[in-house]
């Protein structure tokens, strides 16, 4: 089985526990590093291949969208968020799903699949 890397980029404490249990249930995602703040997770994108990138956008600094905006990712971006209003933005910067802020453990598996799925396809 393909194992996936992953990073997370959540400012919001509770949330990010919350998606690393998530991703630590998964068998074929590996959690690689948590971000509590886009530009540190920037670095990290910069210098590292990161399979899924899990994003939250309202963050200081520099916002998901921004982070988006500003650099080329190489990953399938599945973006965290509270705000239902930045979707639209989102799939324009060609994400891979949005999940809205109390998102559940199946919600989240059908973002991974999805994800997975893309690169499943991408390699024929």
Do not use: H, W
């Not at 400012?11 to 590093?33: M, Q």
């Not at 997770?41 to 520099?62: A, T």
């Not at 905006?69 to 209003?85: C, G, H, L, P, R």
């Amino acid at each position: 089985m393909d194992r996936y890397t992953c990073i997370i980029i959540q400012d919001e404490p509770l949330a990010l526990e919350k998606t690393k249990d998530f991703v630590d249930k998964v068998p074929f995602l590996n959690l690689c590093a948590t971000f509590d703040n886009a530009l540190t997770g920037l670095s990290y994108l910069n210098n590292n291949k990161v399979d899924i990138l899990f994003l939250d956008i309202n963050m200081d600094e520099l916002s998901g969208i921004q982070l988006l905006e500003s650099t080329k990712i190489n990953s399938q971006v599945i973006i965290t968020t509270a705000y239902q209003e930045y979707a639209l933005k989102g799939y324009e910067l060609r994400i891979t799903d949005y999940l809205l802020k109390p998102f559940s453990f199946n919600r989240f598996l059908q973002a991974v699949n999805k994800a997975q799925g893309k690169y499943r396809t991408s390699k024929f």
